[in-house]
């Protein structure tokens, strides 16, 4: 019920001016610094808990990295709770659940060109078993393969607390945690981080999302990255 109701939050920023679009520029040039210098490709993002934004924050990111010139995959890899395709309004008849479930599938079924540079994946049929779907050994190979197309793949993942987002993780580069700020306590963040740590899941750093601009009231994003 939450969930449904947070339903109006998840959209796509247009505007290219104020302090939100910013914010994004300012995460995307430290990510772009950090993913040169330690040669990181393949980004997952995760969260916390379950309604912190995650989804909206991370098909944001991609659309404002394409728009610096980089050419961006993303996939919707939360198999349980998909929202990628609602955000982009595509339709989810074919997607990574499919392609992980039917090696006849052309692995560029479920591809949805956005803009010149951003291509989304959706997540396709949900299926009964995702952990089970995610652990076989196509996943690797498609990210691979994906990652000669592309210069950034970014992966929407559950919350960190389900098994399906450390076995993404450990197919990534590395992992974006995305914290709804004022709501995840320090306490959750600590156990995030420290699952991560026992998982070898290397954190490339934390998005405080929703952040309170004092002046106008208004929400918008702020980054922590890690230099």
């Given at each position: ?189 600590k156990e995030c981080i420290e699952k991560c740590k026992r998982q070898n899941i290397d954190i490339l750093g934390i998005i405080r999302n929703k952040v309170r601009h004092q002046r106008s009231g208004s929400n918008y994003y702020y980054d922590y990255l890690?230099?």
């Amino acid at each position: 019920m939450v969930i449904k109701k947070k339903e109006k939050a998840r959209s796509l920023i247009l505007n290219e001016k104020g302090t939100v679009p910013e914010q994004f520029r300012n995460i995307r040039a430290s990510i772009q610094y950090i993913a040169e210098k330690k040669k990181i490709k393949t980004i997952m993002a995760t969260s916390c808990r379950q309604g912190e934004g995650k989804s909206s924050l991370i098909a944001n990111l991609a659309m404002f990295m394409s728009k610096n010139g980089k050419r961006v995959l993303l996939i919707d890899g939360d198999l349980r709770l998909p929202t990628i395709h609602q955000i982009f309004k595509l339709t989810n008849y074919v997607g990574l659940s499919d392609l992980l479930k039917d090696e006849a599938f052309n692995r560029y079924e479920g591809i949805h060109k956005i803009n010149e540079h951003l291509d989304v994946m959706t997540s396709g049929a949900t299926p009964y078993n995702p952990s089970e779907l995610l652990s076989d050994s196509l996943l690797p190979e498609l990210l691979k393969e994906y990652e000669e197309m592309y210069d950034f793949i970014f992966v929407d993942a559950p919350p960190i607390g389900l098994s399906d987002s450390i076995i993404i993780a450990n197919y990534c580069d590395a992992t974006l945690i995305i914290l709804e700020n004022g709501k995840t306590t320090k306490t959750q963040l600590k156990e995030c981080i420290e699952k991560c740590k026992r998982q070898n899941i290397d954190i490339l750093g934390i998005i405080r999302n929703k952040v309170r601009h004092q002046r106008s009231g208004s929400n918008y994003y702020y980054d922590y990255l890690k230099k």
